[in-house]
């Protein structure tokens, strides 16, 4: 099995900042990708950011100049630091990865349990 787990979200003022921690743990023998996504209320989930193991980024145009993806291969685990937040981004943010678990010849995909990002003032 494999669990990812997300941290740091919370309430901020407009223009604040905030940095989310995801960490993957379990039965894990290599990590592909591993991205954020967010889902606000009543819309679809987005992609908002990701990372390769080759530390390629990509970033949705909305967040790109703000936010900045960055992830610790030895501690199985990635960032997101959220500069100049907007009430727009208020959203529950979700951990991905894309995993190749101990003894599986196939990836697959894990998804975290979701920490909620609140811009308001």
């Known amino acids: 099995q494999v669990q990812l787990v997300e941290s740091g979200g919370g309430l901020v003022q407009p223009g604040g900042s905030l940095r989310l921690s995801c960490a993957a743990s379990?039965?894990?023998?290599?990590?592909?990708?591993m991205s954020w996504y967010r889902q606000a209320p009543g819309k679809q989930r987005e992609l908002v950011a990701s990372?390769?193991?080759?530390?390629?980024?990509t970033y949705t145009d909305s967040v790109k100049g703000r936010f900045t993806i960055s992830r610790d291969n030895a501690k199985n685990t990635v960032y997101l630091q959220m500069n100049s937040l907007k009430p727009d981004d208020t959203a529950v943010y979700y951990c991905?990865?894309?995993?190749?678990?101990?003894?599986?010849?196939?990836?697959?995909?894990?998804w975290g349990q979701g920490t909620q990002v609140t811009v308001s003032s």
């Open positions: 379990g039965s894990i023998f290599r990590i592909n990708s």
């Open positions: 990372i390769t193991t080759g530390v390629t980024t």
């Open positions: 991905n990865a894309v995993v190749k678990p101990t003894g599986r010849h196939m990836w697959d995909t894990y």
